[in-house]
C-alpha cells in the first residue's frame, strides 16, 4: 500500500508505567512511529463514569498500513500500555483510536473510518483543528474547522 496519512487521537486519564496521562500520550507518539504533527494537550472532563479528567491530543502519522492493519497496531500498543478492555468510558491508562484517514473512508465489521463519533467530540476537534483544519470529513465534506463551528456554535434560545 501507499504511504498515506490518518489522524489519530490519543487520550489517557490513568498514570501507567511511563507516569502520568500526558507522559504515557508522549510515549504512545514515540511507539506510533510516522509522526508528522502533534497537537497541543488538553485536559478534558471524563465521559460516563470515570471521575479522573482525560490528557488528549491528535496526531497526523505517515503510513503504509491499511487502516485495518493499524488498528491491530493501535490495540497492540494498548495492551503493551496495560490497557485492558473492560467498561466503556472507565479510566484508562491509554485510548488511540483512528479518526480521519487520507483515503476517505474504511466500513468493516470491526472499523469504521471515519470514526463514527468524532464530529459530537470537542476532545477531538479542538486538537485536529490545531493540525489540520482543513482536512475533510469524507462523510459530511465539511473540513475539520466547520465541524468545529458547528459543535461549539450557541443553541438560540427558545423564543
Given at each position: 500500500?501507499?504511504t498515506?496519512?490518518?489522524?489519530?487521537?490519543?487520550?489517557?486519564?490513568?498514570?501507567g508505567?511511563?507516569?502520568?496521562?500526558?507522559?504515557?500520550?508522549?510515549?504512545?507518539?514515540a511507539?506510533?512511529?510516522?509522526v508528522?504533527?502533534?497537537?497541543?494537550?488538553?485536559?478534558?472532563?471524563?465521559?460516563?463514569?470515570?471521575?479522573?479528567?482525560?490528557?488528549?491530543?491528535?496526531?497526523?502519522?505517515?503510513?503504509?498500513?491499511?487502516?485495518?492493519?493499524?488498528?491491530?497496531?493501535?490495540?497492540?500498543?494498548?495492551?503493551?500500555?496495560?490497557?485492558?478492555?473492560?467498561?466503556?468510558?472507565?479510566?484508562?491508562?491509554i485510548?488511540?483510536?483512528?479518526i480521519?484517514?487520507?483515503?476517505?473512508?474504511?466500513g468493516?465489521?470491526?472499523?469504521v473510518?471515519p470514526?463514527?463519533?468524532?464530529?459530537?467530540?470537542?476532545?477531538v476537534?479542538?486538537?485536529?483543528?490545531?493540525?489540520?483544519?482543513?482536512?475533510r470529513?469524507?462523510?459530511?465534506?465539511?473540513?475539520?474547522?466547520?465541524?468545529?463551528?458547528?459543535?461549539?456554535?450557541?443553541?438560540?434560545?427558545?423564543?
Amino acid at each position: 500500500m501507499e504511504t498515506t496519512s490518518y489522524a489519530i487521537a490519543l487520550g489517557s486519564n490513568r498514570r501507567g508505567r511511563h507516569g502520568a496521562p500526558e507522559a504515557e500520550i508522549a510515549a504512545a507518539l514515540a511507539a506510533l512511529g510516522g509522526v508528522q504533527a502533534v497537537s497541543p494537550m488538553l485536559r478534558t472532563a471524563p465521559l460516563g463514569p470515570s471521575r479522573r479528567r482525560f490528557a488528549n491530543a491528535v496526531a497526523i502519522v505517515e503510513s503504509r498500513e491499511s487502516p485495518p492493519e493499524l488498528l491491530r497496531r493501535l490495540k497492540c500498543i494498548e495492551r503493551r500500555f496495560g490497557r485492558r478492555r473492560g467498561q466503556l468510558w472507565s479510566a484508562r491508562v491509554i485510548d488511540l483510536d483512528i479518526i480521519l484517514w487520507s483515503g476517505g473512508s474504511w466500513g468493516a465489521r470491526d472499523l469504521v473510518v471515519p470514526h463514527a463519533l468524532f464530529r459530537e467530540r470537542a476532545f477531538v476537534l479542538v486538537p485536529l483543528t490545531r493540525i489540520a483544519a482543513e482536512w475533510r470529513d469524507p462523510v459530511t465534506g465539511r473540513t475539520v474547522r466547520q465541524l468545529l463551528a458547528r459543535l461549539t456554535r450557541p443553541v438560540p434560545a427558545p423564543r
